[in-house]
């Protein structure tokens, strides 16, 4: 009984997460990084292989497969039949329970006899502004390292005090290798356990300073590591193969295609705040109008109010103060907690200067230093565990101090205590509370999911259709009814697969080929969307109507073959005729030119026609690969060249000056092999410039400077095609006149005003040598700047416009111009240009790239405020707006036989990292596609129909932009082919390394209890 009394108040802490959900109705805490699963079972599953074939074409997920122990806990009351509520519920208890247990085995080591004593060290622990942000988004392996951290510490103690024999040792290190397991999904958390560990170990030896301690600790610390390690094994091989293969020593987030946000997230992270546990990169995010937080509502408490502020310093003055008193007996735990406030305020502070500097040579120096790009998040573990053992430490001497004159320290010291637990836990309200979990507002994580998803989940159950495209293309998912996220909503109920807009890869080549997608059906470009479906294994086009989203509704092109919708859910076929499977054989090669941008001309090629890469060295080895290739090649646009200057350039105001001549396009190109060539030009809107792309025309151009003409051969929704030219090896240059009309009416100021005079200004149209122009002059009579508005005529979201004025600054401020795009209710994007202080008429000009979304745009010519009594008079003359031509020349080598056998190709996904096809009717050499994302470790087992092993070596290389491909030489008519991904092994032999170590250990320790049990000694 009376050890039920002592964990009781561990149990009622455990139940913090009981509070979060009460009297919220049938809510999940979801969204955002929060995923929380709506089929459990399914991200158990997934957490068994180290290739995820679910999202964006798959992704090495070595790393997640530590999230083994962290989903099991979920799965288990979910097959149990728990709603998922209480599912969700079950493992936050579970953890917030095992954190709390986990604090207080090491505090009842360290603190003997103290329960009191021993319970402000676990709520220190487990009740603090770190663990807010850990809590709010489930993270992972901050929690798994938070629950094993004080075990590994514990473990160390025990074997110091020599009060623990080996099989609890080898048993309970194991159990702390589970807990920790879940660290491994990011392994700098993983990282730091051990990095604790070692200045703990490191105290223990320099407090003593012997010979045998550092044997001893040494062998402590390789004894609880390797047993650590040797359970994570299973994720540990394949993540290192990973990182050895896939990452670049030095910068490797970045070149991973990852945001390195190290220095975003230091911003804030000074010595102070990180000492005083307020380092998070949201609480400092303010709305610039209203100045209050713009997730972190309950952060002005912190800032603001002075019991916050004065406990904020509190904790850290009490820790350090503990120095003053303390028991010899425990030095080596101030040295260790010492060392550790020491690193983790120094790394947690990541580039913040004066630190900052150093922990940047560490990054550009030490190899994959970079992967630790959350600095505050992974290293202020430190911190916590030192300022609770400090401050336990501290009252826990206090209240031995044994003098006549001292003993109301009798009573002061449990008073002060309970005190402090009691602020402590007030502090920490908004984790006690839930309101870390914004309750009541837009960004809220409490959802509450329509009943039409779960109808959803049960059909896409029975689907197998390609993968599904999600529309709208937003990279942050904001549903009206609460639901927020970075990936699809899909992923947390299905195991279909899945392509949507990267917010963590956006340049990868996966993500530029899904934008191109979702681009053409925007604009009504079927056929190109065909032509990209069936380089993306697109089968279905999944459409959300209850999606916050600025993007345009489907074309009707896209959504004609309705297959089932729930709700405001939509699931459309696409294309409408039989899809190209993932595994098939190619009919066409095609060498692209420049590769690194084919995703803008890949779409030409018909569905079966692959473009590869021509500087790659694998197919370069393919036998005779010249004869089996022809040449696709994207004309480099002068205007879209002029607009990625103007973007890059360093000095704005010099391309700003620059005289730009839209009345032409030049596309410059080079000529591999001289042959016959089919150009293709982009149709969008060419009757905009001019363009008649009637069957039968011609249009008038200059090649190389001598002019001719081309004339149509046939037309799509896509592209123009001309009939074949011949053209000549080298470099050439093709020029087209454009009929660009300006899209301003009367900004010359010639004719009728055809402006909206806006604010109390005085606007006249004055007349000079040169003609009219428009003189505005503000002299403050209100706030509102006086302003010239212009409409755009003719406006389209997918253009890119370029905008020329001219100006004369008269007096007082400078002039400026607004471009305004907005729809009925919103305003969507305001693009200031403060022109240059030039007292003479100038031109002025720059672009201006839209929101793709239905919307109006205008153009504001200004004449600022000023305090000067005599105001601003600027004078505007001859605005001009014109449209970028941007639509992309092709050319493709024409008349291209097919030279490849093209056998039939029958699949069957065993799973993520495994695929039989069976191959029939070949009659030569071949190319199989693979349109999965390409790594080297996909590999492929060729074998005949009576089961022997091929001697054929396939060569394995990367085409259309992301996907495998190989080259098979000679083979039989029939034969099987087997798919897998390699690193699978590795984690298999890890996992049966892990597994195996567990049952020993296990064994071992049941073996030691009945030894000991029928020798008469219970204690192990």
């Given amino acids: 009984m009376k050890k039920l009394i002592e964990f009781l108040p561990l149990a009622i802490l455990g139940l913090t997460p009981l509070i979060w959900f009460f009297g919220k109705g049938n809510v999940l805490i979801n969204g955002v990084d929060t995923n929380f699963p709506l089929d459990p079972g399914l991200w158990f599953i997934r957490r068994l292989f180290v290739w995820n074939d679910l999202l964006n074409a798959g992704s090495d997920f070595s790393s997640s497969t530590a999230g083994i122990f962290f989903h099991l806990i979920q799965a288990i009351p979910y097959k149990l039949g728990f709603n998922l509520q209480l599912v969700e519920i079950t493992s936050l208890v579970f953890w917030f329970t095992l954190i709390c247990l986990s604090a207080y085995f090491f505090a009842r080591l360290i603190l003997p006899g103290n329960r009191l004593i021993q319970l402000l060290f676990v709520t220190l622990y487990a009740f603090n502004t770190y663990l807010f942000n850990t809590w709010e ?405 999944f459409e959300k109507k209850d999606q916050q989203s600025l993007s345009p509704k489907l074309s009707d092109g896209a959504t004609q073959s309705l297959l089932s919708h729930f709700g405001d859910w939509y699931f459309y076929k696409f294309p409408q005729a039989d899809i190209l499977p993932k595994v098939y054989s190619a009919d066409k090669l095609f060498f692209g030119y420049p590769y690194k941008n084919g995703e803008k001309f890949i779409g030409v090629l018909d569905e079966k026609s692959i473009l590869i890469n021509p500087d790659d060295n694998q197919v370069r080895s393919i036998p005779k690969i010249l004869d089996l290739t022809e040449d696709l090649i994207l004309a480099n646009n002068s205007q879209l060249s002029s607009l990625d200057q103007f973007n890059s350039a360093p000095s704005n105001l010099k391309d700003r000056f620059a005289v730009y001549d839209l009345s032409k396009v030049h596309f410059e190109f080079e000529i591999q092999n001289g042959s016959v060539y089919m150009p293709i030009l982009e149709r969008y809107h060419l009757e905009e410039f001019g363009i008649n792309y009637e069957l039968g025309k011609k249009i008038s151009l200059e090649l190389d400077g001598v002019p001719s003409s081309w004339e149509i051969d046939r037309v799509t929704d896509t592209y123009v095609y001309f009939k074949n030219i011949n053209l000549t090896s080298g470099k050439h240059r093709l020029s087209i006149q454009l009929d660009n009309k300006n899209l301003i009416k009367g900004g010359d100021f010639e004719g009728q005003a055809e402006f909206k005079q806006v604010g109390a200004g005085e606007f006249a149209i004055e007349k000079n040598e040169q003609g009219h122009n428009l003189s505005i002059l503000n002299k403050g009579l209100e706030a509102r700047e006086p302003s010239a508005d212009f409409i755009v005529s003719s406006f389209d979201p997918f253009a890119t416009y370029f905008i020329a004025l001219k100006y004369q600054q008269i007096y007082g401020n400078n002039a400026s111009s607004i471009v305004y795009q907005q729809n009925q209710n919103t305003l969507i994007k305001a693009q200031t240009e403060r022109l240059p202080n030039y007292p003479q008429m100038h031109t002025f000009n720059f672009f201006y790239n839209p929101v793709v979304t239905d919307s109006t745009m205008r153009i504001s010519l200004i004449a600022p405020l000023i305090k000067d009594p005599l105001g601003t008079k600027v004078i505007y003359d001859d605005l001009f707006v014109y449209k970028i031509f941007s639509n992309n020349l092709i050319f493709a080598k024409a008349n291209l036989p097919v030279l490849l056998d093209t056998p039939e190709v029958k699949l069957k996904r065993i799973s993520p990292v495994y695929y039989k096809a069976e191959i029939d009717k070949v009659s030569g050499s071949h190319v199989i596609v693979f349109s999965e994302n390409y790594s080297p470790f996909w590999e492929v087992s060729l074998f005949s129909e009576t089961g022997e092993k091929l001697k054929v070596v396939p060569i394995h290389f990367s085409t259309n932009l992301y996907a495998n491909a190989w080259y098979i030489p000679e083979t039989p008519k029939k034969y099987q082919m087997i798919i897998s991904y390699q690193r699978q092994k590795l984690w298999l032999i890890g996992f049966i390394i892990s597994s195996l170590t567990l049952l020993t250990v296990t064994t071992y320790f049941v073996a030691q209890f009945i030894s000991k049990r029928v020798s008469g000694k219970n204690k192990l």
Avoid: C
Wanted: zero cysteines; glycine letters at 6%; proline letters at 5%.
């Fill in 137 to 541: 988004n489930v993270k992972v392996s901050n929690l798994s390292l938070i629950a094993a951290l004080p075990l590994g510490l514990g473990l160390l103690t025990l074997l110091k005090m020599g009060k623990i024999t080996l099989p609890n040792v080898v048993i309970l290190s194991s159990l702390t290798g589970i807990i920790l397991s879940g660290a491994g999904i990011n392994p700098s958390y993983f990282f730091t356990f051990y990095l604790a560990i070692f200045i703990y170990l490191i105290g223990q030896i320099l407090s003593e300073r012997s010979k045998a301690a550092f044997i001893n600790g040494l062998r402590n610390f390789f004894l609880i590591g390797g047993l650590v390690f040797t359970i994570n094994l299973f994720w540990i091989l394949p993540t290192a193969l990973f990182f050895l293969g896939n990452i670049s020593p030095i910068g490797s987030i970045d070149k991973l295609g990852f945001t390195n946000w190290i220095d975003s997230l230091s911003e804030n992270t000074s010595l102070l705040n990180v000492l005083r546990l307020q380092g998070a990169w949201d609480w400092y995010t303010f709305d610039e109008v209203t100045n209050t937080p713009l997730y972190i509502p309950y952060a002005l408490n912190y800032f603001y109010k002075i019991p916050f502020i004065i406990f904020s310093f509190l904790i850290p003055f009490l820790a350090f103060i503990s120095f003053l008193i303390f028991d010899k007996k425990n030095k080596h735990y101030y040295i260790a907690f010492a060392i550790m406030i020491a690193v983790g305020s120094f790394l947690g502070a990541g580039t913040h200067l004066p630190t900052g500097t150093f922990y940047r040579e560490l990054v550009n120096r030490v190899p994959f230093f970079s992967i630790f790009r959350s600095p505050w998040y992974i290293f202020t573990p430190l911190v916590i565990i030192s300022y609770a053992g400090l401050i336990s430490l501290f009252f826990y001497n206090l209240s031995k101090v044994n003098i006549k004159r001292l003993s109301l320290l009798k009573i002061l010291v449990p008073v002060s205590v309970s005190v402090l637990i009691l602020a402590n836990l007030i502090y920490s309200y908004p984790l006690i509370t839930g309101k870390i979990f914004r309750p009541g507002r837009n960004d809220s994580f409490y959802v509450e999911f329509p009943q039409y998803v779960f109808s959803a989940k049960q059909w896409l159950d029975n689907q197998n259709n390609g993968r599904i495209i999600i529309y709208p293309d937003d990279e942050i998912e904001n549903f009206k009814w609460g639901y927020r996220g970075i990936e699809s909503i899909l992923s947390l109920l299905s195991d279909q697969q899945l392509l949507y807009s990267s917010l963590n890869t956006p340049d990868a080549p996966i993500a530029r080929l899904v934008k191109e997608f979702n681009l053409s059906l925007k604009k009504n470009q079927i056929d190109l969307a065909k032509n990209l479906s069936a380089k993306l294994n697109i089968g279905m086009i």
